[in-house]
């Protein structure tokens, strides 16, 4: 692990800006290509992604909190990270050697490090929440008291808002199955929230038990553990996520949170039925 440093932050980034488009669109021919493409992911890493440019490079941030770059040279482009050395690098694909920055150095025709710099922005969004909201995930085991608690909050919110036997949210015993990962979301002390992932085949995974506790709502808890969970897929090498959900207006963040971050609608999977009560997602793993 890498030393900790403080966040750069940068108050004029934005959501969207129209300088980082001018220059990315001011670059032609392949390493033009390969910018707009991999800024274009960082964008994607979630609706709390701002940027600007910064030193002749298009930064991207969470709110205020850099977290990568992308910048175009004569030979090729680089994917920055600013707290790159505390980022999982398995297979070592990144280069520096200050205190903290790292980044990626890619090149025309050379397209084989799809999955390890996607796999780099996903814990690269992570870090960075984690800094910014002070939220931290980890895996969980389900035998503390407040973290059952909170799956029968869970449960029972699930069952004041859909009608009987239409409800497919997992107990505390089903979710200790040797197929499910259970993530919970803490601020300090504090329990914010949780969220699973289920293992369906070789190349599949399942998002279940995704709850964010009332107080901490908006708060980027539930960003953070699915920005874990796609994290996992990918570790897996899964090609697709799915979900079940229910539908209607108490639904309607969830479906939003899950758009803005790559899911599309789709039909039923595993033994589910659609009903007026319920309906599915899924998700391309990029670069599994």
């Not at 175009?72 to 999982?88: D, E, K, Q, W």
């Not at 015993?173 to 293992?199: D, F, M, N, V």
Request: glycine share 10%; proline share 3%; charged share 20%.
């Amino acid at each position: 692990m890498g030393q900790t440093r403080e966040v750069m932050r940068f108050p004029n980034a934005v959501r969207r800006s129209a300088e980082v488009q001018q220059w990315l669109d001011s670059h032609s021919g392949p390493l033009g290509d390969i910018a707009r493409h991999w800024f274009a992911r960082l964008r994607e890493g979630g609706d709390d992604v701002c940027e600007l440019m910064h030193d002749g490079c298009a930064t991207a941030c969470i709110g205020d909190g850099a977290f990568a770059y992308v910048g175009i040279y004569r030979a090729y482009v680089s994917i920055g990270f600013f707290h790159g050395t505390v980022l999982p690098d398995p297979e070592a694909v990144l280069e520096g050697s200050g205190r903290f920055m790292r980044h990626v150095t890619l090149k025309e025709g050379a397209e084989g490090r799809t999955r390890q710099v996607q796999a780099l922005i996903s814990a690269a969004c992570l870090d960075m929440r984690q800094r910014q909201y002070r939220v931290s995930v980890r895996t969980d085991d389900l035998s503390s008291p407040e973290v059952q608690a909170l799956i029968a909050e869970h449960l029972a919110g699930m069952h004041a808002t859909t009608p009987e036997g239409h409800v497919h949210a997992m107990a505390i015993e089903a979710l200790r199955h040797p197929s499910i990962t259970l993530w919970t979301a803490w601020r300090g002390p504090a329990l914010c929230g949780c969220g699973a992932l289920k293992h369906l085949d070789a190349t599949s995974g399942e998002i279940k038990s995704m709850r964010t506790r009332a107080a901490f709502l908006r708060q980027g808890v539930g960003q953070a553990l699915l920005d874990t969970i796609i994290r996992a897929a990918r570790d897996r090498e899964y090609t697709q996520l799915l979900l079940e959900t229910g539908s209607g207006e108490a639904f309607a963040a969830a479906h939003a949170l899950y758009l803005r971050n790559g899911f599309r609608w789709c039909g039923p999977f595993s033994d589910y039925a659609a009903t007026d009560f319920n309906v599915f997602m899924t998700k391309t793993i990029d670069g599994a």
